[in-house]
């Protein structure tokens, strides 16, 4: 067990790297990326200040840590969504692919709302060679789960044919602009749904219809 020391006496960690990530994205979803430092983190750690250099030799190396825990989280949170919209009550008229689809951004949706710290993080310009030196295939799969859908889409007639990557550049626009403008933005206080939780099925239900229309709009 780690021991680091304190003002008061001896603290005890179990997981130090841990508590920091967990306290780092807390601090992110309360009070904004910018107070977050290594030497701030210490402190609301209730740890030495240089605690979390034996985890992290910078900020930026710690912003990737929870970037990269993000994308993970992110991607689970996806094949969750797609799962219970396969699993659920067929709708009029959609198809197993569109269910799919729908419960992708769905899930995309919830995730940015119920770990907004990890998210206001992941799309740092900054961090993405330092994600790319560290990982180099979690940060991809969102992407590649929202590419599939498309193409699973295109196979079933249900949207254009052809390069799915307009499609998907259109889905991942909505599900992350509206999630971004509900988070940081004026969304939230426009009243066009009635919380958190009617967020994602409202996106990824509007996001579904407008593919279908624009796939018949071109027959």
């Known amino acids: 067990m780690a021991r680091i020391a304190k003002k008061s006496g001896a603290y005890h960690h ?47 190396q710690l912003l990737a840590a929870i970037a990269l825990e993000g994308y993970e989280r992110l991607a689970d949170e996806m094949k969750r969504g797609a799962e219970e919209a396969e699993g659920g009550a067929a709708r009029g008229g959609e198809t197993a692919g569109e269910a ?16 907004r710290g990890h998210f ?4 740092r310009p900054e961090l993405k060679r330092q994600l ?5 295939l979690p940060i991809d799969e969102p992407f590649a ?14 949207l254009p ?26 969304l ?6 009635s919380g958190d939780d009617a967020l994602g099925p409202a996106v990824a239900d509007t996001l579904v219809g407008l593919l279908r229309g624009a796939s018949r709009a071109r027959r």
């Open 100 to 115: 799919h689809l729908r419960g992708l951004g769905h899930g995309y949706v919830r995730f940015a709302l119920t770990h």
């Open 14 to 60: 179990g997981d130090l790297r841990r508590v920091l990530l967990d306290t780092a994205t807390r601090v992110v979803e309360k009070e904004g990326l910018g107070a977050l430092s290594l030497h701030a983190l210490a402190r609301k750690a209730g740890v030495s200040s240089g605690a979390p250099y034996h985890h992290f030799e910078s900020r930026e």
């Open 132 to 136: 790319r030196k560290d990982t180099g």
């Open 188 to 193: 939230a206080d426009e009243a066009l749904v």
């Open 145 to 158: 789960m929202l590419k599939r859908a498309i193409a699973r889409c295109q196979d079933e007639g249900t």
């Open 161 to 186: 044919a052809g390069d799915p990557r307009p499609l998907v550049l259109l889905a991942w626009s909505a599900v992350h602009g509206a999630s971004v403008l509900w988070i940081d933005g004026p």
């Open 120 to 123: 206001r993080v992941m799309f």
